[in-house]
């Protein structure tokens, strides 16, 4: 609790609270004013915060203050001693090299060695220009034929367009006939439907008429039974008057005698 009220007195911190424990060498560095890392890192600032990542700058300030700096210079004096003496080195063999000649052989033979890799080139280059000379003159030719196949595909097309014309106008017509067929067929069927509604009523009307037919001909055949019955019931009445008479004469003249 103390600690934390001095850091607060002298280095102005106001999140200690999320550093429940403050090393010795961060008191110190917070309490060391202006030639804090602390503040020379992050700058003229109140907050800690301990889990906020820092950036290759703040880190490289951080590693490049106090103790660090010593060690880090340590580190580059030693690599510059190594860099120099390895040049040292490399001039050591670059002149012991010169003296036995083997740079110059080294740079004669790569020298010979480019010349016959130029001349090989150059072989590989005509040849690929005579491959495409013969490739051009191939194309050449593909093109004329091409060519041909081209004006050939013309006359057809003109040959094909002249014939969809034709069809195209063959349709139409076929269009137009299929209308006037289909119009006629309608008129036909029409006619044909009235027709055979006529023709229906003709039939039930010819039915009608021999069903009435059939009715007249039995009344006919019992209006001639009647008429036959009722003759003969007549001839019999006759018969039976002429018989009733003849007995009345009969009586009158055996009363008279």
């Keep these: 609790m103390f600690t934390v009220q001095i850091i607060n007195k002298k280095a102005t911190v106001l999140d200690l609270r999320a550093c429940p ?4 060498p961060l008191f110190a560095d917070l309490v060391s004013g202006e030639s804090s890392i602390f503040s020379r890192v992050f700058g003229n600032t109140r907050l800690i915060q301990p889990y906020k990542p820092v950036t290759k700058a703040q880190a490289a300030v951080a ?4 103790r660090m700096e010593k060690l880090i210079h340590e580190e580059l004096t030693r ?6 003496l390895k040049l040292s080195e490399m001039e050591d063999i670059k002149r012991e090299l010169t003296q036995k000649g083997e740079i110059e052989t080294f740079w004669k033979a790569k020298i010979e060695k480019e010349q016959e890799r130029e001349i090989k080139s150059q072989e590989a280059l005509e040849s690929a220009l005579l491959e495409l000379r ?23 097309r003109s040959i094909l367009l002249g014939l969809k014309k034709e069809i195209d106008e063959l349709s139409e017509k076929v269009f137009n006939e299929n209308n006037q067929v ?21 039939i039930e009307t010819k039915s009608r008429l021999e069903a009435e037919k059939e ?7 019992w209006v001639e039974e ?14 039976a008057v002429g018989r009733w008479r003849f007995n009345d004469n009969e009586d009158s003249v055996g009363k008279l005698g």
């Design 21 to 24: 424990g403050v090393s010795a």
């Design 63 to 66: 590693l490049t203050s106090g």
């Design 79 to 84: 690599i510059e001693v190594e860099t120099r």
């Design 134 to 156: 013969r490739e051009r003159k191939e194309t050449e030719e593909g093109l004329s034929e091409n060519m041909k196949e081209k004006i050939a595909l013309e006359g057809e």
């Design 182 to 202: 289909m119009s006629e067929k309608w008129s036909i069927e029409k006619i044909s439907a009235d027709v055979n509604g006529k023709y229906e009523s003709l």
């Design 215 to 221: 009715a007249v001909h039995v009344l006919r055949s």
């Design 226 to 239: 009647e008429a036959n019955r009722l003759q003969n019931r007549a001839k019999i009445l006759e018969q």
